[in-house]
T-cell receptor, first 111, second 113 residues
């Protein structure tokens, strides 16, 4: 997991926007992903972005990709208490069958 | 639709005992299969992945092993557990094309005492 870096913790107030950041190492990575893990559960895919895109929006979620800086972010608009979870960034390196995950960012939403 | 089943959900085992975690996928054929481990406070570590029956790739040296006896069955085993094997084990599958999106099972929490 050391190849993909994320901050460990983020706290936001309910109704505010959350921005979770990630840096990855392989500039030739083809796809980048965001997963959500609720307590005691497996990982759930939130969204993914192909490397030739710089933005993807899906309802309250906006993904921004800066290939030059190898930086990926996930913005959650109007954050709700149900958004409290661990968020994992992952990259698929060229030629790899598996994904490389970051350490995860624990998002806490304060009512 | 595709589903992934993983069991047991929770396991408490003494040091030195054997381990068998099982994962099966329904609704697809010839999937890629994966075992990841999530240790407390840490990210996901890839343990094994398989692109076909009997084809296992290991990412890290350890006292764990994996087998794929059938197309949609992936088993994680150990002959003798160590304390450091405690963690949350996640099985996942993906199709062998395109975005390679991984779909995860619910996880198996292993505590070695």
């Amino acid at each position: 997991g050391e190849d993909v870096e994320q901050s460990l913790f983020l706290s936001v107030r309910e109704g505010d926007s959350s921005v979770i950041n990630c840096t990855y190492t392989d500039s030739s990575s083809t796809y980048l992903y965001w997963y959500k893990q609720e307590p005691g559960a497996g990982l759930q895919l939130l969204t993914y972005i192909f490397s030739n895109m710089d933005m993807k929006q899906d309802q309250r979620l906006t993904v921004l990709l800066n290939k030059k800086d190898k930086h990926l972010s996930l913005r959650i608009a109007d954050t709700q208490t149900g958004d409290s979870a661990i968020y994992f960034c992952a990259e698929r390196k060229t030629g790899a069958n598996n994904l490389f995950f970051g350490t995860g960012t624990r998002l806490t939403v304060i009512p | 639709s595709q589903t992934i089943h993983q069991w047991p959900a929770t396991l408490v085992q003494p040091v030195g005992s054997p381990l068998s975690l099982e994962c099966t996928v329904e609704g697809t054929s010839n999937p890629n299969l994966y075992w990841y481990r999530q240790a407390a406070g840490r990210g996901l570590q890839l343990l094994f992945y398989s692109v076909g029956i009997g084809q296992i790739s290991s990412e890290v040296p350890q006292n764990l092993s994996a087998s794929r006896p059938q197309d949609r069955q992936f088993i994680l085993s150990s002959k003798k557990l160590l304390l450091s094997d405690s963690g949350f084990y996640l099985c996942a599958w993906s199709v062998q094309a395109g975005a390679n999106v991984l779909t995860f099972g619910a996880g198996s929490r292993l505590t070695v005492l």
